[in-house]
């Protein structure tokens, strides 16, 4: 079904004067490929969505929900796993205290690798974990740590990319999956052990609207697969909140296929996979 240009722009408009949300800086494709969708999962025209986001409070939150796209796996893109283990961590590890945030985290894969590393590396107990996401579900999900066990084979893979290269194994024997999770093959469940569970600090929070809502400065925010969907406006106000949020000389990781144009390219340094906050700023 086509969306005209103008149906859209309404649709925003109603989302967002009559709820906290506003799409009007995310990207106009993929919030009109996920329109579209929303319409044929509910087979209604997009002039009864719009009459029914009006009226209806709890269908708005579902279709916000649906809006944004959530897929996510344990240590995506494994080289970003390894420069964190081989070159920001090590230039962490001797603080007193590690703030981390992880904004858009979806259903919170990406913090428990995380906390994975941080456990690897012995850095868990001092280190303070958040994971963030505008999505209501996924911060739920996040919280419960249990995920499908059936195509998510990827899951593993990445680990050992991570974590047992022949190396790894030949010096420490080869770290198995068990230390970290339960797998129940006959539910279809891989289930966090709860030692990792109960570490991070899950919360929703809107990068449009929301501002540092911790009271705290972080020692490393990643922001990956987030960025894709805001327009570059957006994008610089979003920068300006973690470059606000970070310690000098502190981390920024976003993803693969973003990168930092504009205004906040000169005060967030690249290097390699990720950006480092420049002291002078
Ligand atoms: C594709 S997932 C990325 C998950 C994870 N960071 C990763 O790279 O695997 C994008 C996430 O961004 C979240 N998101 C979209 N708009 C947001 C906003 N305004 N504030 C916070 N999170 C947002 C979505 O709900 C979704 O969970």
């Not at 579902?62 to 240590?75: C, G």
């Not at 010096?171 to 006959?186: A, V």
């Not at 020692?219 to 979003?238: A, G, S, W």
């Amino acid at each position: 079904m086509d969306i005209t240009d103008d149906e859209i722009l309404k649709l925003v408009e109603i989302i967002k004067v009559t709820s906290k949300y506003d799409f009007s800086d995310y990207t106009e494709k993929s919030f009109r490929r996920r329109v579209e969708k929303v319409v044929a999962d509910n087979k209604l025209s997009i002039d009864d969505l719009i009459k029914r986001l009006k009226t209806d409070k709890i269908f708005l939150e579902k279709t916000v929900r649906d809006i944004t796209v959530n897929t996510t796996e344990m240590f995506r893109d494994p080289n970003v796993w390894i420069t964190l283990r081989d070159k920001i961590l090590p230039e962490l590890k001797n603080k007193d205290s590690i703030n981390i945030w992880h904004a858009g985290c979806s259903s919170g894969q990406e913090v428990y690798s995380m906390l994975i590393m941080l456990n690897e590396l012995g850095l868990i107990d001092k280190t303070n974990v958040f994971g963030t996401d505008i999505n209501t579900d996924m911060i739920e999900e996040s919280k419960r740590g249990i995920y499908k066990y059936q195509f998510n084979s990827i899951y593993f893979e990445n680990f050992d990319t991570v974590f047992n290269s022949p190396e790894d194994v030949e010096k420490r024997g080869k770290l198995t999956y068990d230390k970290y999770f339960t797998i129940d093959k006959n539910k279809d469940l891989i289930l966090v052990k709860d030692f990792l569970k109960k570490k991070p600090f899950f919360r929703t929070h809107d990068l449009v609207n929301d501002d540092n809502v911790f009271g705290i400065f972080f020692d490393l925010i990643i922001c990956r697969n987030v960025l894709i969907y805001f327009n570059n406006k957006l994008q610089n106000r979003v920068f300006d909140l973690f470059h606000r949020s970070l310690f000098p000389d502190s981390f920024l990781i976003i993803g693969m296929h973003e990168s930092i144009l504009g205004p906040f390219s000169t005060r967030l340094e690249k290097r390699g996979l990720y950006y480092k906050k420049r002291h002078e700023y």
